[in-house]
DNA sequence: GTTGAAGTGGAAGTCGAATTCCGCTTCCGG
DNA sequence: CCGGAAGCGGAATTCGACTTCCACTTCAAC
């Protein structure tokens, strides 16, 4: 149920007109427009009111029937997932960012500031990082890495605690995510978030 | 749906034998019993699993059927209300055991480390406070005023920044559910929030 | 312009969970 | 110990999603 590709596209395929090697059909024009309408009407909605909106809602936002969605999505689980991917590799593209940064302090600081302003910007997102850090899956691969290599950097120069976990550093960020959820002072909850993190040395000797 | 009462007991009477004035009958003894049960079962049930546990389960778990469970409460909603709402009096309990501590500093801190310790301890608590500070309904006016003084207090002796008000308190205490849900590290996390909330003067001259 | 493969819409089917219903059982006052 | 009101269990019903299906339309190669 989540691993077999099935109708036009499969769904790991994440561009518009993915004619891989080996792709007997490129795809009809308009299927692949379809496609894009409901990626993009779907991650509005979702965007909107959170993981809970029917598979009709989404269908009518794209100005398709529930019929198209089906074909390019074999199960509203899978849509949520090619989102989900989408998000993910933005994440990375963040991370890599921050990563380029030369002060680790700075960098963390950044990447969390930015991480809680795009969820304050997209309930969708807001409700992904609650299912991703929620144990639904884990924290892809590739975005762990980074968020690994981010997180020892800033140790080492002493901006967040030692006993500080990826995987704790996961389950803050889905913390993160549920407080903006409910308000939109993200800028208070991630100034709280870098500040907390930071290595409870005896304040000034 | 959420007003009326409607079975034998009206899910806003917390008491076992709840004998108001007028009250025709007290309650058939058993019933009383099986009340209880249910309450107890629909608890340890929450805890566990989370929102998500089914009727039946909670039914089996009392070791009674579910026409007992719709006896007592109209809904499953109407259930799960009455176990938020002796969630919520605890926590007043606790605010006012924290607001007699004479340093409020370390009141505050002890109610927020109070508060990650109980949510550790019980999933089911902590999906309510999700719920709670969620948006579905809001903090009760008990606790939010105690809360309130409790901020208030922390404030003035700057272990709380002055741009946290009570409903950010309530975002940030969803957010801490969340982050608990994942891992049961709660006295970082606790900690983390103490820190993160106290008022950002500038760090050592 | 024709043709048939690809794509479409949305009514109908499925399925899981909440809720209702009702004949049977258990209390308890007399 | 009896009667009948109160309570009980759990099969049957309802309800609201997701998902399937298929007659019909659209595209694009020839």
């Not at 490129?26 to 598979?55: C, H, I, K």
């Not at 089906?70 to 990563?99: G, H, S």
């Not at 549920?178 to 290595?199: N, P, V």
């Amino acid at each position: 149920m989540t691993t077999t590709a099935q109708p036009g596209q499969p769904s790991a395929a994440r561009s518009l007109r993915p004619v891989l090697a080996g792709a007997p059909r490129p795809m009809r024009g308009d299927a692949a427009r379809n496609r894009a309408r409901v990626l993009d009407a779907a991650r509005a909605a979702f965007a909107e009111d959170g993981a809970e909106v029917q598979m009709e809602q989404i269908a009518r936002r794209a100005g398709v029937g529930v019929g198209t969605l089906y074909r390019n999505f074999p199960t509203k689980q899978a849509l949520i997932n090619e989102l989900a991917q989408r998000w993910m590799d933005e994440r990375v593209e963040i991370a890599d960012e921050a990563l380029s940064m030369p002060d680790p302090a700075e960098a963390f600081g950044w990447f969390v500031r930015r991480t809680a302003e795009d969820m304050a910007g997209d309930a969708g997102l807001c409700h992904m990082f609650g299912e991703v850090s929620g144990g639904n899956c884990d924290l892809p691969d590739l975005l762990a890495e980074r968020t690994d290599i981010l997180l020892e950097r800033a140790r080492e120069v002493g901006a967040v605690r030692a006993d500080v976990s990826v995987s704790d550093f996961q389950a803050i960020l889905g913390g993160l995510s549920a407080a903006i959820a409910q308000t939109e002072k993200w800028e208070l909850f991630a100034e709280m978030l870098i500040t907390g993190l930071r290595a409870p040395a005896a304040p000034c000797p």
